[in-house]
């Protein structure tokens, strides 16, 4: 049995980590595209290690590797090389810094937890721009090499992440497969009925059926939006599920003389994410984490659902 069944053969609720991203922001680190938070991992890989072990000493059971953006493709948009390595043995190099990071914070901070290390996999391009994305054969073939590098630099599961069209889904189902490993595939919706894409949820479950990851997620959108997705994916599918989303726009601006400001867009404290999060696990959501804006202090919070099933 894989790491990630064993944790779902528990019962009680799995607590993925917060986001990368945007608390290497936080603490100061360039993220400037389009290496994104990769540009950690040339600059400040100590950073990026320190995340990961303020999310375990909180309580996480998996942490994610910093890989969202160490795609060859990415790092040929960046002209960037590292030694005299091409683009393909530069993703290789990182792809493998970044997970040696992170099973490194598993060894210093676990202790007695098991802690799993999920290799991420991204959209090869925006993740808002599903417009964008390549044909099948490249999909399939850049997401191969993208999952062999995780695989062979030994991480425990997938998860593949911010899926926002049907095409690209399929590609990375029809590749994460052919490795073994368990796997977390979630996907990023408009509403309770299209993916960002505009193309149907329930069209991209009846392919995601098929293939039968451990865990169904859904990530990267605003708490509020959450109860509606999850009411609809329960109809659809017997997979377990999952909700990591976003805690707002940290720029927005209520205007104090309407009642009605957009609930889409306001900032969510962790408290706040708590009460969401219970609503979450009260619909059967078996995993929890946190996306863009969250940071560990989300994770403390979150790690009081392990105790009950």
């Known amino acids: 049995m894989g790491a990630l069944k064993e944790l779902l053969a528990t019962g009680r609720t799995i607590i993925l980590d917060s986001a990368m991203g945007t608390e290497l922001q936080t603490r100061g680190v360039s993220v400037k595209l389009p290496l994104w938070s990769a540009q950690a991992l040339i600059d400040k890989p100590d950073t990026v290690r320190h995340i990961h072990i303020d999310n375990i000493d909180t309580g996480a059971d998996i942490v994610t590797t910093n890989t969202f953006r160490t795609q060859r493709r990415t790092y040929q948009k960046a002209d960037y090389h590292y030694k005299e390595y091409d683009f393909a ?15 490194d914070a598993v060894m210093i901070a676990a202790e007695e937890d098991e802690v799993i290390v999920a290799g991420c996999i991204a959209p090869l391009e925006d993740s808002y721009r599903p417009d964008l994305t390549p044909d099948t054969d ?37 590749q994460v497969h052919k490795f073994g490993l368990d796997s977390i595939l979630s996907i990023t919706p408009r509403n309770d009925k299209e993916l960002f894409s505009g193309e149907l949820i329930s069209e991209a479950v009846s392919i995601i059926n ?10 990267c959108i605003h708490p509020h939006m959450v109860e509606p ?11 377990p599920l999952g909700v990591y989303a976003n805690i707002g726009d940290p720029n927005y601006k209520a205007d104090p003389k309407h009642k009605e400001n957009d609930p889409m867009k306001r900032t969510v404290t962790p408290d706040e994410y708590m009460k969401y999060a219970q609503k979450w696990k009260s619909m059967g959501v078996r995993l929890i984490g946190g996306c863009c804006g969250t940071n560990p202090l989300y994770i403390a919070k979150l790690s009081h659902l392990k105790g009950k099933k």
Not at 90 to 97: G, L, V, Y
Not at 138 to 152: F, S
């Open 89 to 103: 043995e530069t993703a290789m190099h990182f792809t493998s810094d970044a997970v040696d990071l992170a099973k």
């Open 138 to 174: 490249t999909l399939c073939t850049e997401h191969y090499e993208h999952m062999k590098n995780l695989a062979d630099a030994g991480v425990d599961i997938f998860i593949a992440e911010t899926l926002t069209s049907i095409r690209e889904i399929s590609a990375v189902l029809n």
């Open 229 to 239: 997705v999850i009411a609809q994916l329960k109809t659809m599918t017997e997979i």
């Open 210 to 219: 098929k293939y039968t990851p451990d865990i169904l997620s859904i990530n």
